[in-house]
């Protein structure tokens, strides 16, 4: 008797083909759902950059030049002379004399007369308004023997007055009068003591450091000329 059972007859040729079954996993069972796989991890949120390290502090400035004690066989003469009336320092080798008010004509005939420093350089001040003794007054000295430069200092206040040089160095009149005529200063026995820059009537001392220099311009100018200042 012939097998009932017969196979399942192929597709029509062209029909659609039924789709391929997936493998059923391991342990699971036909018919049940796929398991779900493990959800990827989210990435991990990308590092804020470091932050940038504070800028180093700028370097402490050096300490700049200082004066110092000046040592030589002219400084231990004048102070075995005149004590601590005299206070000898240099500065960036420039070698100068602090000295008391009272001393200065002695002082003076003795570095000319004694120790050669036969040419007045210069005379001048500088001027220190908040100082009780507003001004330095210096006298700049040379000696062609020696080839040596000293300066000499002294301080003075508002009114006071100075001996002039001129008995001692006849070029010191042009160079005091200059120092009268910025600053203001007085030097007694002066043969001519007025102005040599600025012309007479001028009023006020440009060099000193509280001058108004663009109102006293106009007025002079106003007053002189009739014309209004170009500044």
């Known amino acids: 008797m012939p097998d009932d059972t017969t196979s399942p007859a192929p597709p029509p040729e062209g029909g659609p083909k039924s789709a391929a079954e997936p493998p059923v996993p391991s ?55 005149f004590g601590s009336g005299v206070e000898a320092l240099t500065y960036l080798g420039q070698n100068y004399l602090q000295v008391d008010r009272s001393l200065i004509p002695n002082i003076l005939q003795i570095l000319r007369d004694e120790e050669q420093f036969d040419y007045c350089v210069d005379v001048t001040a500088v001027h220190y308004p908040k100082r009780e003794r507003q001004f330095d007054v210096l006298w700049i000295l040379y000696s062609f023997a020696r080839n040596e430069r000293v300066r000499v200092k002294t301080q003075i206040a508002e009114g006071e007055h100075i001996p002039s040089a001129v008995s001692i160095w006849p070029t010191a009149n042009w160079l005091e009068r200059e120092a009268y005529d910025m600053f203001g200063i007085q030097f007694v026995g002066h043969p001519e003591l007025k102005r040599i820059l600025l012309p007479d009537g001028w009023k006020g001392h440009p060099l000193r450091k509280d001058y108004g220099i663009i109102q006293q311009d106009q007025e002079w100018v106003q007053i002189n000329l009739g014309i209004e200042s170009g500044q």
């Open 27 to 81: 342990g699971a069972t036909a018919g049940s759902p796929s398991p779900v796989p493990p959800a990827t991890p989210p990435a991990a949120a990308a590092e804020k950059p470091a932050a940038a390290a504070p800028p180093k502090p700028a370097p402490a400035k050096p300490a700049g030049p200082v004066p110092v004690v000046w040592e030589s066989a002219l400084v231990a003469k004048l102070k075995g002379q």
